[in-house]
């Protein structure tokens, strides 16, 4: 039986959604949290997220990695 475990991985600057799909379509196990927050344009409101931590999104795998 294998363990798994959270790792946080460093990406490029706002690419993080993109490393978040490509993670997803593999199959791997990849969670980012997101934070909601207002953003103005001129007397425009508007509800925008951005990444709680930059430049990094969690996976859970195992420490050896996935072998399927």
Do not use: N
């Amino acid at each position: 039986m294998q363990q798994y475990r959270w790792f946080a991985v460093y990406t490029h600057l706002d690419e993080e959604m993109l490393f978040l799909s490509a993670m997803q379509e593999h199959g791997v196990v990849a969670y980012l949290p997101m934070r909601r927050f207002w953003q103005t344009d001129g007397k425009k409101r508007k509800i925008a997220y951005e990444p709680l931590f930059k430049c990094h999104v969690f996976v859970r795998t195992t420490t050896q990695g996935s072998r399927r």
